[in-house]
Nanobody, 123 residues
Framework: QVQLVESGGGLVQAGGSLRLSCSNS????????MAWFRQAPGKERDFVAS??????????DYADSVKGRFTISRDNAKNTVYLQMNSLKPEDTAVYYC??????????????WGQGTQVTVSS
């Protein structure tokens, strides 16, 4: 069973930075991609970024709204994926969820989810 635990959320002023972490403490075999989604109150869960990998390479994908500001990366030894968020805007305020066991930009494409971590950006 894949078990995802997020950390790193908090309150930050506009223009600031945060780094989210997602650790997989369960099964890692067969997990070749992880992603971040976010959900603001009253809105759908939206794709933020994903990273997929093989033995020799990795690929990243970003939503247009975060491209150039957010960076997704992976530490294989720690079974952890990070989301570095720079130049944060109030519209980035949401609960951020880590996902695994799937691929792509649709939340329905993932089987495993973390509990979520709140990110609040004040203006």
């Amino acid at each position: 069973q894949v078990q995802l635990v997020e950390s790193g959320g908090g309150l930050v002023q506009a223009g600031g930075s945060l780094r989210l972490s997602c650790s997989n403490s369960g099964r890692t075999s067969g997990v070749w991609a992880m992603a971040w989604f976010r959900q603001a109150p009253g809105k759908e869960r939206d794709f933020v970024a994903s990273i997929s990998w093989s033995w020799t390479s990795s690929n990243t994908d970003y939503a247009d709204s975060v491209k150039g500001r957010f960076t997704i990366s992976r530490d294989n030894a720690k079974n952890t994926v990070y989301l570095q968020m720079n130049s944060l805007k109030p519209e980035d305020t949401a609960v951020y969820y880590c996902a695994a066991g799937g691929l792509g930009r649709k939340s329905t494409g993932y089987d495993y989810w973390g509990q979520g971590t709140q990110v609040t950006v004040s203006s």
